[in-house]
């Protein structure tokens, strides 16, 4: 084999053991993210079975409950009331002023 065509050969290993290092190196990226994403689920999950429907007050059970076609969450213990997101545009803008006192009294049970 002559010279040049032996650093023909090493410059084709070269090449292909780069791409080889590179196809390694993406591979252990991709199964790396695949790994923090599971454990960011995971963790969310976590949280949300700690937290789902507990008072942010007092830390005690929510119940759902209905008030004028809106569902709220109520605590079982501080009496307290929690909306959704939305719920509170849909309480307030759509309906007429009276309408918006007689709901809230009916709420505080006033």
Do not use: S, V
């Not at 650093?7 to 080889?20: A, I, T, V, Y």
């Not at 700690?50 to 007092?58: E, V």
């Not at 009276?98 to 009916?106: C, I, L, N, T, V």
Request: hydrophobic share 35%; proline share 1%.
């Amino acid at each position: 084999m002559t010279e040049a065509e032996r650093r023909r050969e090493d410059e084709w290993f070269r090449q292909n053991e780069q791409k080889l290092l590179e196809a390694a190196r993406e591979a252990r990226l991709k199964r790396q993210a695949e790994r923090e994403a599971a454990e960011k689920a995971e963790e969310r999950k976590k949280k949300k079975d700690l937290h789902f429907m507990k008072c942010p007050k007092c830390g005690h059970d929510l119940k759902a409950e209905t008030f004028g076609g809106i569902e709220i969450d109520r605590c079982t213990f501080c009496e307290g009331f929690f909306l959704d997101a939305g719920e509170i545009e849909q309480l307030f803008l759509n309906r007429q002023a009276a309408e918006r006192q007689g709901f809230m009294r009916r709420l505080l049970g006033i």
